[in-house]
């Protein structure tokens, strides 16, 4: 397939890289003022040079990537709410002209997931997002597979948060302690609020109750806790029953859910560090648990990746 | 798709009765001596009650569901060692005839790979069997969408052995009691060999590393301890150290092990009951764990059923 990557990040950047390595071409790239077109494919390397040392990824501009001649369009700009945009009019765009669109940028299908579900069905393009739910986890293709079989979903969707939770109940830190921790070692962002106020987690779970649900959620209709008063006697008191808190996303009955929880010390949902976790209830193939890297460049690349080879070859 | 099944016991059956809520018509059931074949679909209920009064499924035999005019044939017989007959020959058929087989029976695809594969090549009917490994867990599917990322694969694969392990840990109990207490439960079978010797476990790896090596192993290659001769005192010694015994199977730099092993008791790997796991290491999304029902009539349906709707529909 010949791909177009609009957003030059982590993620963007390790599509760029990797692609090749899946049999793709990437004919395209574009940050957020500037454009790199080549139909015979790009060098990933010329393209990182350039970024690092102009900060450009080429002399076109980002409509120039959007207009190119390519198979499938990698949404990975940053997630934002409301209209979604620009990743919304992106995935417009592309559909429009017929074209795929893998998104790792979450607002357009958690804030205005019927507006893509219209455009795709007016397009001879499919629009897949498995890199926006868990990163390298593969739970929107399971949930695929296992058609229309999944009724409950839920677990640890945020990486950041469940860092910070994970070193708070094993060293007895307080919480603004090992935020400041996460942000030195990078885990945690600059601003952090997405992530700690459980907005990041409440996304990814809208986005999993329109998969299950087939209908219209978006932030909104989540009812939203973060981890951002949690009080270190909190934890201290859960490890002296056996337990612990994580922040848990649940989509069940119709609701969406994310705040934290008391969990088994040593239960399944209980993932250290970074990890994410899924666990789907299934109608005749019991739990099915699914934990791995929920972040990172390449990681979430490698679910971008998956998603391209699912897509109709033609 | 209009499926013929050839098998019918529990995992037979039940594709028989969930084929319809995936959209599939079932047109032929056979087991050992008879058969079915009904091309505007068979009735699950009336099938099912026939074998039970009759102890046949249809007044047919099983070489008239082999002939007639299905999509795909799922192979459910029991799974056997060596020239892996009679599945393989049911194999060969359907792909002569250019019909898809999904498979649930290893042997086929863990003693013949190299002919099963052969016989695809010169068909244009395809060849899945996410059902042979691990029941309902996505094991299959989940490597092939991560397309060669995949280096190496270990995990519990076999629900009865790890039942007798993780009682004997739990309990103090020893090995010959757990065994016969899981007879009574109907977890193990009455002759349990193939699951304490570590035989089932093996066939399932040999069939991960004929996938992830694109080669051909077959149980010779596999170097198989099984859970038979472990003393109580060793899940003992274990326990003071934070530690427990799985029977652990492994697919890594070209080898193929099953044995029991040392894991850390409340690790990923120490799954418990007749839960399985399997973990995939691959090149660049870290780590993913995957775990729950290994077994199971509707549990390895579902496996089935899924992949059925993977298959090119033309």
């Keep these: 397939m010949r791909l177009a990557i609009v957003g030059s990040g982590a993620v963007g950047t390790s599509v760029l890289e990797l692609a090749g390595g899946y049999g793709h071409d990437v004919v395209g790239v574009a940050d957020s003022s500037s454009g790199a077109v080549d139909a015979a494919g790009l060098d990933p390397e010329a393209v990182r040079s350039r970024k690092h040392e102009q900060d450009t990824v080429g002399d076109g501009t980002p409509e120039d990537v959007l207009e190119a001649d390519y198979d499938v369009l990698v949404e990975a700009t940053p997630t934002t709410l409301g209209d979604a945009e620009p990743g919304f009019s992106h995935v417009e765009c592309a559909l429009e002209r017929d074209r795929h669109v893998v998104l790792a940028n979450k607002g357009p299908v958690a804030e205005r997931y019927d507006d893509v579900r219209a455009l795709e069905a007016d397009s001879a393009g499919s629009v897949l997002f ?78 999993l109750a329109n998969v299950l649900y087939e209908d219209t959620y978006t932030l909104e209709d989540a009812e939203v806790e973060g981890i951002d008063d949690l009080p270190g006697s909190a934890l201290e008191l859960a490890a002296e029953d056996g337990r612990t808190i994580r922040l848990i996303g649940e989509v069940a009955d119709g609701d969406v859910r994310v705040g934290p929880r008391l969990v088994p010390e040593n239960g399944t949902l209980a993932v250290s560090g970074t990890l994410n976790i899924v666990q789907l209830e299934t109608q005749h193939a019991g739990r099915l648990n699914i934990s791995g890297r929920g972040a990172g460049g390449p990681e979430t690349a490698s679910a971008i990746l998956a998603d391209v080879g699912r897509l109709p070859s033609e």
């Design 130 to 207: 498995e890199a926006a739910v868990g990163g390298a986890i593969p739970v929107l293709s399971t949930i695929d597979d296992l058609n229309g079989q999944v009724t409950a979903a839920r677990g640890v969707l945020n990486g950041t948060a469940n860092f910070v939770l994970s070193r708070m109940a094993a060293e007895g830190l307080g919480y603004e302690h090992v935020l400041a921790e996460a942000q030195d070692l990078g885990v945690a962002e600059a601003d952090p609020t997405f992530d700690v106020e459980g907005v990041d987690a409440a996304l990814k779970c809208v986005i």
